[in-house]
């Protein structure tokens, strides 16, 4: 919870559906596990991306979806991410991105066991 716009349930949530963080060898692992991946085809130098994945945990995919969505609002690196993939594509496309930056951080607190800090953060407090 020591991110800015993860709540109570999303922590709670997370801790209760990954069980051992140390399963997942990489972020792409945790992401596609928690169903935030689509299929991807590739042809001709073209790229053609699929809906997200059938597989998945989805109990866990809704409340990050869930938590996506509102994050931005307290998260200014996660709106940050929002606004960008907005001007790529449409709203559904920038909530994926913040779940799966969401998936990132929280994978990461949880393998290291230290709190969230951003990157510079503490250079500039001391």
Known sequence: MTIRGVGEVTALTWVLEIGDPQRF??????VSYCGLCSAQRESAGKEHRGPISKQRNKHLQ??????AKIGPHWNPQLAAI???ELKKGDRNRATLAVARKLVAYMLAIDKTGSDFKIQGEANNRA
Request: aromatic share 0%; no cysteine; glycine share 6%.
């Open 62 to 67: 809704t409340v990050l979806i869930e938590a």
């Open 25 to 30: 060898g990489s972020i792409r692992q945790a």
């Open 82 to 84: 929002h606004e960008r």
